[in-house]
């Protein structure tokens, strides 16, 4: 075993002018094969061998920076050609094994940037604000204390009160959800591929509001005004939409290799 | 090597500033893509993140909802004191109200 390994960031159909360092300031090289260029940069083993990752993976500031530094190339690569990102940290003893995985898979990858040739992924989230979502609540809240509201029995009226306000919630909590499904179904009638993800912990999403929707949508560049003025049209009403993009096409590359 | 190319680059296009809006790319949004999505090669390779599998499931987790991990049964973040603070307080007032609303109906029962 070799001190540095080959660390692979993405493969993709062309060689593209500039590249940004990769991760632990690499500088980022190419390895060519059968139409396919691989981006890859040489790392210190004693740095991204399996021991010394379990315990910089620990820390939050490591694999913050290094996911950024990750990032940064395939995003760079995504920008001029269509591109296959690869997982985070995937390490190869040397240059040959990613040159013969490019010809053992010649054909994954093919049909995989074929899928992304011309397109970009595009980020929507909808988030409602839990404040707004509870106004509703309290205006049916004090309808149903003058409904309800029996002299002498305050504590009843309360209650009912309390429930009808419970009701409510739910309410506005499937509303909310309907107006989610909507959304990504109209968003998807534009993209050419489209998938939800899970919501964000909000630690992650740095938003106390509740993420509704998480959605990743694959966009033609000829379309791409048309998608981000209908997400625009789709937010409004307690429920705000955000676009993120272009992205490197993260979740549409998917491909498990052997 | 031969397979190592220094050929030109390809002249092409590019889609304006590529980095400009990415340089502001929220972290948690970076972290979501290369740790959850992309291509996964699993086999000849020497490192990643696939070996080690715990980790994974922990760097899973911070990307994951809340929810999704509750319903997984895996509750490592117990010891935010925001979280569980909120998560106390929600069950607790769910348990106050179902009691409550036991009682009024049982007394609007009796009233009828």
Redesign the interface.
């Known amino acids: 075993m070799s001190d540095t390994g080959t660390y692979l960031y993405a493969v993709a159909r062309d060689e593209v002018a500039a590249c940004p360092p990769g991760v632990a300031d690499a500088d980022v090289r190419t390895i060519v094969r059968g139409g396919l260029v691989a981006y890859v940069s040489s790392v210190p083993m004693e740095r991204f061998g399996e021991e010394p990752l379990r315990r910089s993976l620990e820390d939050m500031d490591w694999l913050a920076g290094t996911a950024r530094a990750h990032h940064r190339v395939v995003d760079a690569v995504a920008a001029a050609t269509a591109t296959a990102p690869v997982r985070l940290v995937t390490v190869y003893d040397g240059d040959e094994q990613v040159s013969d995985l490019l010809e053992r898979r010649a054909g994954d990858f093919a049909e995989v940037l074929a899928q992304v040739t011309g397109r970009r992924e595009w980020g929507v989230k909808a988030f409602v604000d839990p404040a707004s979502e509870e106004r509703p609540d309290e205006r049916s809240g004090r309808d149903g204390c003058e409904q309800a509201g029996k002299p002498g029995k305050p504590g009843t009226a309360y209650l009912q009160r309390r429930r009808a306000n419970l009701r409510g919630r739910e309410q506005n909590r499937r509303q909310a959800l309907a107006r989610a499904e909507h959304i990504h179904a109209a968003l998807a009638t534009v993209a050419v591929a489209s998938r939800r993800h899970r919501p964000q912990d909000p630690r992650l999403s740095g938003r106390a509001d509740w993420m509704l929707l998480n959605g990743a949508y694959l966009v033609d560049e000829g379309r791409v005004a048309e998608f981000a003025g209908l997400a625009e049209e789709l937010g409004g009403g307690g429920i705000e939409v955000t676009v993120t993009g272009p992205w490197a096409p993260y979740s549409f590359t998917v491909m498990e290799t052997r | 090597?031969d397979?190592?190319?220094?050929?030109?680059?390809?002249?092409?296009p590019?889609?304006g500033p590529?980095?400009s809006?990415?340089e502001a790319?929220?972290?948690?949004?970076?972290?979501?893509?290369?740790?959850?999505?992309?291509?996964?090669?699993?086999?000849?390779?020497?490192?990643?993140?696939l070996?080690?599998e715990l980790?994974t499931i922990k760097?899973r987790l911070?990307?994951?909802?809340?929810d999704?991990a509750r319903e997984l049964g895996i509750d490592w973040w117990k010891h935010d004191p925001f979280l569980t603070g909120r998560d106390r307080e929600l069950v607790d007032e769910n348990r106050r109200?179902r009691r409550?609303?036991a009682?009024?109906e049982d007394?609007?029962a009796i009233d009828e």
């Open positions: 090597m397979t190592v190319a220094n050929r030109g680059p390809v002249a092409r590019s889609y590529a980095s809006g990415h790319a929220n972290l948690g949004d970076i972290l979501e893509r290369v740790l959850d999505r992309g291509i996964v090669i699993a086999g000849d390779i020497r490192v990643n993140l070996d080690i980790l760097l911070v990307i994951a909802s809340v999704t109200l409550r609303l009682a009024i007394r609007t």
